[in-house]
């Protein structure tokens, strides 16, 4: 069923953690409705928004990642590529700051 993706942890682990965000936004959501606030970002924005925004920040920097890493490999002289738990990490912390400040 899964066969035309390339499950490796990471992936999973990823996928796992946005589903987990979406039931556990849509349990926070009917227990206590959002109202709009401005945050950094320019535009007002609802918790929903924010997710929203933020997985797709999460996203990018997962795909700019696998995109250079070959390259960092090679300017920091490593044996092979990065791991992709950093990109993950990385997003993640994007994530939080986008739903927390944004």
Same mark, same amino acid.
């Given at each position: 069923?899964?066969?035309?993706?390339a499950?490796?942890? @990471?992936?999973?682990?990823?996928?796992?953690?946005?589903?987990?965000?979406?039931?556990?936004?849509?349990?926070?959501?009917?227990? #206590? @409705?959002?109202?709009?606030?401005?945050?950094?970002? @320019?535009?007002?924005?609802?918790r929903?928004?924010?997710?929203?925004?933020?997985?797709?920040?999460?996203?990018?920097?997962?795909?700019?990642?696998?995109?250079?890493?070959?390259?960092?490999? +090679?300017?920091?002289?490593?044996?092979?590529? @990065? #791991?992709?738990?950093? +990109?993950?990490?990385? +997003?993640?912390?994007?994530?939080?700051?986008?739903?927390?400040?944004?």
């Amino acid at each position: 069923m899964f066969d035309w993706m390339a499950w490796t942890l @990471p992936v999973a682990v990823f996928f796992t953690a946005i589903v987990l965000m979406l039931v556990g936004m849509t349990v926070w959501e009917i227990k #206590s @409705p959002t109202t709009a606030r401005r945050g950094f970002l @320019p535009i007002e924005t609802t918790r929903g928004d924010r997710l929203f925004i933020g997985l797709l920040a999460a996203a990018y920097v997962n795909l700019v990642f696998v995109g250079i890493s070959g390259k960092l490999a +090679s300017w920091f002289g490593l044996d092979g590529d @990065p #791991s992709i738990w950093i +990109s993950f990490l990385v +997003s993640m912390v994007l994530l939080a700051w986008i739903m927390r400040k944004g």
